[in-house]
């Protein structure tokens, strides 16, 4: 309902869905997709942060250019933020005339598919549902950046160079981008100690429906644990600081079920 409400006023709206590694935010966007179009009529589509990671040969110039832990896929200014901007302003601007070519990235081969092979939505659109580990995250404060908070940036970042940059993407063009969100659902984990399971379950389901032979970029526990460590310093912080300011917070048990939905209050 809440939803609905505010279609009335602006279409489309942009429902942003933030949650950890492996919380569950393509599944309750599904859900949420069929209960927007079934029980109220509203074309919905869904866009994923996870499907605008810059190219590996991106990152790659990144990392030699700014800092070499930029390889890496997932932490702001690993995005093609412009790319993003682009496919709200297409949905934004879809007639019954129009469809609209959604990314994908294929993390099985840490890369974009071909563009040719994008799915496409046809307009007008209701509701676009853009659902990222990262969605409506905050820059930290000067003094937060200071301590490492696990191996990786300790050993990796002993000067702070990669948080910092990080840091100062958040505070520019993701803020400029979370900006256009009309709502924000966080699906918030019981703590950032569980993620690590969840996203191993997350890999282990990919390695399932990866054809052999394509899968050279899975993980091992190893380089799993190593992948979330440059995911906890923003993890962390959200899960202190998002409940504060996100629209609706779904609280979830330690086997991702929703235990409690708490909406925040109209001022």
């Not at 949650?19 to 997709?33: E, Y």
Request: with cysteine; charged share 25%; glycine share 6%.
């Amino acid at each position: 309902s809440h939803i609905r409400k505010l279609c009335r006023h602006k279409h489309p709206i942009i429902v942003g869905i933030a949650g950890s590694q492996g919380s569950g935010k393509s599944t309750h966007s599904n859900l949420l997709k069929s209960l927007l179009e079934q029980e109220h009529g509203l074309k919905t589509c869904i866009l994923s942060i996870d499907d605008v990671y810059l190219s590996r040969e991106e990152r790659r110039e990144l990392s030699e250019s700014i800092h070499p832990l930029l390889v890496t896929r997932g932490v702001p200014a690993t995005h093609d933020i412009t790319l993003a901007q682009q496919t709200l302003d297409a949905l934004s601007g879809a007639d019954e005339h129009t469809s609209v070519a959604l990314p994908r990235f294929d993390k099985a081969i840490d890369d974009p598919q071909p563009r040719d092979a994008w799915p496409k939505v046809a307009g007008p659109i209701d509701v676009v549902l853009f659902e990222g580990w990262c969605m409506g995250a905050r820059p930290q404060p000067a003094a937060a950046l200071i301590e490492p908070v696990n191996p990786l940036e300790a050993q990796e970042d002993p000067d702070g160079q990669w948080r910092q940059h990080v840091n100062d993407a958040l505070a520019g063009a993701y803020s400029t981008l979370f900006g256009r969100l009309d709502m924000l659902i966080m699906l918030a984990a019981p703590s950032f100690e569980v993620v690590f399971g969840w996203r191993t379950k997350q890999e282990e389901a990919l390695r399932a429906r990866t054809q052999p032979g394509r899968g050279t970029e899975l993980m091992d526990e190893s380089a799993l644990e190593r992948f979330i460590m440059h995911y906890e310093r923003i993890t962390r912080a959200m899960l202190e600081e998002l409940p504060a300011y996100a629209d609706c917070v779904v609280r979830l048990s330690e086997e991702q079920q929703p235990i409690s939905v708490s909406w925040k209050s109209a001022t």
